[in-house]
Structure formats: structure tokens, C-alpha cells
């Protein structure tokens, strides 16, 4: 597949940048090609590069020609729009209520699970023994659980993953899904939600960005 020139994904380390990995996984679920450019966050404290790329100094940053996108959930509905189905797989499910809590779910995850995103922090998932969580993450992990349990139970299509195919809502929580198994967190109560972690840590693109985080060196602290 030849790179599309206009389409520039700005994202920072793959063991870092749980929100690059969001971005990133919603381009391969498109099946786009696309320019892949990392800025280091540990290089770029004052967020002078990233302000050049985007607006709010955040990555990831979608840029297509002149427009820059620098939001995982705005970039997903971007390449909804710009990339729809049935030419490129689609991002949310088909089904009017099934897409209606596919989005709440990403919105949740987008603006919420505080604790767990403080607790059980991205990079520290790549240290040979990550420390042991807090409560509160804890608990927030199993809240989490329980809403992939609700889901799986309820499910109509077929598939491993939330709605049956890959889609945005599992991009939205794989940073998660990488934090609820690195943490070790019991899934002994959602078996089914145990059974979909491991699908998405299966998933190739998912698996690909994990092998490459992997391959750079562990930061306790970033
Ligand atoms: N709401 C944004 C959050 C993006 C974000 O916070 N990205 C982090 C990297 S994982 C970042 O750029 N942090 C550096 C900073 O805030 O200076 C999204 O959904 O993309």
C-alpha cells in the first residue's frame, strides 16, 4: 500500500502515549495509509514541537492537508466521515442503540477513569514489574470490567470484540485493556470481559504497537 501523502499521523512513544495509541489504531481500522511521525514527549517538556503540529499541544494529531485534528475521538469521527463504509470498515456499529452505546462507552473512557489512567499509568505497563495499584484505580478498573461485561452479555453480532468487529470504541479502551492485564487486575467475576482483553491484545495492529513499545527502553517516569 502506497502512503497517502496528505494523511500525517503525529504521535508520541509507543510506550508512552496511550491517547497516540487510540489514534493510531482508529487509522488501521480504516485501513488507511498514512505517514507516522513520532515527537518525543520526554524531549519535548515545553511542548514546542507539538505546538507546531497541534493546536493544543497534544498528540495524537491527524493532519489531512491543511487540516489538523490533535483529538483521538474527533480524529475517529473525522475518518467516519471522510473514509465511510461500505468502502473503508466501518468505525461504529451499524445498529442505531448498539452505536448509541458503543459512543457512550467511548465517551466515557475519553473523559473519564481518572483514577485508573493515574494509577496504572501507560508507560509503567512496560517495566518488568509494574507496582502495585492503588484502590481507587482498582476500582475503577472493575467498573470497568463490569461495563465490557454488560456489553459482551448483550451482544448481537458476531465477533470477539465489544460490538462484534474491531471498532472505535475498542480502540478507545486497548490503552486499557494493555493497563487491566500488565496490572494484573482480577477478572475472575466478567469472564467474558477476561476473554476480550485477550482478544484485543491479539488484535494485529494492537499487537504491533505493543511489540514496538516493547522494543524501546521502559520509562518509570517520562
Ligand atoms: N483528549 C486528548 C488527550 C491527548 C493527550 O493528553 N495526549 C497526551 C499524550 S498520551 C499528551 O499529548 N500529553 C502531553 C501534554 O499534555 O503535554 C485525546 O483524546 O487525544
Known sequence: MTIDANLILYIGEKNISSWSMRGWLAMH???LSFEERTIELRTDKDRRRRREVSPTGRVPALHHGDLAIPDSLAIIEYLEETFPAPWHPPLWPIDKPARAHARWLAAAMHSGFLKLREGMSFNL????????????ALQEAAEMLGYFEAALSRKATPGDFLFGGFGAVDAMFAPAVVRLTAFDVPTRETPRAAAYLQAVLNHPPVARWLREARALPPRETY
Open 125 to 136: 505497563c512496560f517495566l518488568p514489574t509494574p507496582p502495585k495499584p492503588r484502590q481507587e
Open 29 to 31: 481500522i480504516k485501513e
